[in-house]
């Protein structure tokens, strides 16, 4: 997934609490769960609707959100990485 390839860790993220979290299909939920952890999505009205196609506003929202996500993340590394350097 796009997360574990910029060294993001999904897999400690709070479980979701979409009214519909059962529909979800398995291999999909810790993604979910760091998607919603982090603000990326949402859901409608308490439900994840994961039968449902995203609009295109919609996925142009999760886009966004997710490269704001990745940016505050690589500049942590980034100043991990640094603070050891210097050490």
Not at 38 to 61: Q, S, V, Y
Not at 63 to 74: A, C, G, M
């Amino acid at each position: 997934n796009l997360a574990k390839r910029y060294g993001i860790d999904t897999k400690d993220a709070p479980k979701s609490e979409f009214r519909d979290y059962s529909n979800i299909s398995e291999y999909a939920t810790e993604a979910i769960d760091f998607l919603a952890g982090k603000g990326i999505i949402n859901g409608t009205d308490g439900n994840m609707l994961p039968r449902r196609m995203a609009t295109r506003a919609e996925a142009a929202k999760m886009i966004y959100e997710f490269i704001k996500v990745l940016d505050i993340e690589n500049m942590q590394l980034l100043t991990e990485n640094t603070a050891k350097q210097t050490q």
